[in-house]
């Protein structure tokens, strides 16, 4: 099938104008003239591109739930999500998921690492004095032996074998039985032997058992294997499910827009246990609120702040504040002052590469926000403010005095300075319509928008609504105009098809596959919207190969009725497309199955609709939005 996917997937490129190379040329670059965005689109045009794009895909009955509410009023629901019920079976797949709802010093607790487990073990270390902690520990050591002088890193070893806890024939059932088979096993294990079977259990087994396992046993085999894993995969699993399950949809999508736009890394020390609090209490409640709000919320949180080195960053000495290099050029950056997050603040978040800040301004700003930083970042601690270590100094920033003296308020007083500089609306506002409208929006949509910021002192909400209002919205130039992320598309393919998750981890697998592994892009950037960085014949091959394996159940957690499709492509493509597909993806698909049915052991058979619906959900078509 990978040969096959490989063909049909180059075939639908050379079809469908997609480059067929790593090139990082824009796929569908705008006109000049921009004069597909004067072109309206018809009502149900509009109603599916409204879909695609403030959505993770529509799902079978949503357009006809549009057009019945209105498309105006269904857009006013999703900007005020607040009024709009949520649904009941996102609650429920995110209840076993603990960590989401913990601070960030009871996960440190709750999750220790493996090397305590074993310190403690081997008498090297005391155990925790936190209750929570201690707890945690000894339910592991009691389970394990662990030799006096062995390494921290050595294997763990269960005091009973699984052999005296299960018969074999159990066993084999768990190494080598169905899915089902082993579903059921698993259910019926005695509750009062379950931790100890799941420590005597090798680790491959129980990486194996994952997908099969009841909710509350999965976080069991993931505490045996390494606690802390448990705090990334209800990370991911809560993304991909609010992706999949919620009706607050818009909000969903710019939780992901902000999240990358203010992006931290997961895997950098702390950062671990600090990234669930950041999307959760810093990012999350303000997407659709001030932007002020939002950038001195993320700017305090300890997940910003240890990501980017504000936390480590202490006033200069001042013999060293006003020396100049060798070359007569600006100040040398004196010992302990770190200018990451003042770098970043201006070019990432606020006034963009361009937006007319010098070194001196980066200085200056690192400067005043000497002092923010974090009580104990590696027990999960929480921001704190050492007057201690800031600058007092007088500081000028963008051509704004800070007066000397000052204390914590002076990194605030840089925040308003950046949020009322025009160029902040403008980088704002182009951004917004990157991700939404097209990677080269009109200029004349970006300045109604930078005027909508300026105007309601940065709420998102009224800038989003200027561009959801707009004619370039719902124009010619924007309709598929963008292709969708790997999660946009794993999402949009679930909901397309109806398919039930019952464990939604192994979908990170799959993004990882495909590149976007979530809250793991390691740069400050965060993962891009723009075309070129995700569409290459490599990435689409990818894509075809996850749609078949969907359609086909072999997607581990993920179910799907694969007899609701039709074997006719045009009528396939309208159940996953919505819309009826183009002739260059319909005549692709036909030559793909007859070639396939003719290399087949009945060529003059009916092909399958798994085969139908898998092409089309592969397809390039269904890539775009």
């Known amino acids: 099938m990978m040969q096959k996917s490989l063909a049909l997937a180059l075939a639908f490129l050379c079809a469908t104008g997609l480059p067929a190379s790593s090139s990082k040329k824009p796929p569908m670059a705008a006109p000049a003239d921009f004069s597909q965005f004067q072109k309206k689109l018809n009502k149900d045009q509009q109603i599916l591109h409204a879909?695609?794009?403030?959505?993770?895909?529509?799902?079978?009955?949503?357009?006809?739930?549009?057009?019945?509410?209105?498309?105006?009023?269904?857009?006013?629901?999703?900007?005020?999500?607040?009024?709009?019920?949520?649904?009941?079976?996102?609650?429920?797949?995110l209840e076993p998921l603990e960590s989401l709802r913990m601070s960030q010093e009871d996960m440190v607790r709750a999750y220790p690492p493996p090397q305590l487990i074993r310190a403690v073990a081997a008498g090297r270390q005391p155990l925790p004095e936190d209750p929570v902690a201690r707890a945690a520990v000894e339910r592991q050591i009691?389970?394990?032996?662990?030799?006096?002088?062995?390494?921290d890193d050595a294997p763990m070893e269960p005091v009973v074998s699984l052999e005296e806890l299960i018969p074999r024939d159990q066993i084999r059932t768990l190494r080598n039985g169905t899915p089902d088979q082993k579903k059921e096993l698993l259910a019926s294990l005695p509750a009062d032997k379950l931790d100890d079977i799941v420590v005597a259990m090798p680790p491959p087994m129980r990486n194996q058992l994952m997908a099969n396992a009841p909710a509350e046993m999965r976080r069991r085999l993931m505490l045996a294997n390494q606690p802390q894993q448990v705090v990334n995969a209800d990370l991911t699993e809560g993304k991909l499910y609010r992706a999949i399950l919620s009706t607050h949809q818009l909000e969903e999508q710019l939780v992901d827009f902000w999240y990358n736009h203010f992006n931290v890394f997961l895997d950098k020390g702390a950062d671990r246990f600090m990234v669930t609090s950041y999307e959760r209490d810093a990012i999350r409640p303000h997407v659709l609120g001030k932007f002020r709000e939002l950038l001195a919320a993320t700017a305090a949180s300890p997940a910003m702040l240890f990501y980017l080195d504000n936390w480590q960053s202490v006033a200069p000495p001042p013999a060293m504040a006003n020396r100049r290099n060798a070359k007569g050029g600006p100040p040398r950056q004196a010992r302990g002052l770190n200018e990451n997050y003042a770098r970043e603040l201006m070019e990432l978040h606020t006034l963009g590469v361009d937006g007319g800040y010098t070194q001196k301004d980066i200085i200056a700003v690192a400067r005043a926000f000497t002092g923010w930083t974090i009580r104990n970042p590696q027990q999960g601690g929480a921001f704190m403010y050492n007057d201690r270590t800031h600058d007092k100094g007088e500081k000028v920033v963008l051509g704004v005095t800070i007066p000397a003296g000052g204390g914590k308020e002076d990194a605030e007083k840089v925040l308003d300075i950046l949020v009322k500089h025009p160029s902040t609306a403008r980088f704002i506002s182009t951004k917004l319509a990157k991700r939404f409208v097209a990677d080269e929006p009109p200029p004349a949509l970006i300045e109604r928008m930078a005027k909508a910021f300026q105007d309601s002192n940065g709420d998102i909400r009224v800038v989003v609504k200027t561009m959801l209002e707009s004619k370039e919205f719902f124009s010619a130039g924007a309709y598929h105009a963008k292709v969708k992320t790997p999660l946009d598309m794993i999402a949009s393919a679930i909901r397309a098809t109806g398919a039930q998750v019952d464990y939604a981890f192994p979908l990170s697998n799959q993004l990882q596959q495909l590149g976007q592994p979530l809250y793991r892009k390691q740069e400050p950037t965060g993962y891009s919207s723009a075309n070129a960085e995700w569409v290459n014949s490599a990435a689409l091959l990818g894509r075809m190969n996850f749609a078949i394996a969907l359609v086909n159940n072999r997607v581990p957690g993920v179910k799907l009725d694969a007899k609701q499709f039709d074997n006719d492509p045009a009528r396939a493509a309208r159940q996953v497309l919505f819309a009826d597909a183009s002739t260059a993806t319909l005549d692709s698909i036909r030559k793909a199955v007859a070639d396939q049915m003719q290399k087949s052991s009945n060529p003059n058979g009916e092909p399958s609709s798994t085969m139908v619906a898998g092409l089309v959900l592969g397809s390039p078509e269904f890539q775009r939005r």
């Open 51 to 93: 879909l695609d794009r403030l959505t993770f895909g529509p799902r079978p009955g949503d357009v006809e739930a549009v057009k019945k509410m209105g498309l105006k009023k269904w857009i006013d629901q999703q900007l005020h999500p607040e009024k709009l019920a949520e649904n009941p079976e996102l609650a429920k797949k």
């Open 142 to 151: 009691k389970r394990i032996k662990i030799k006096k002088d062995g390494p």
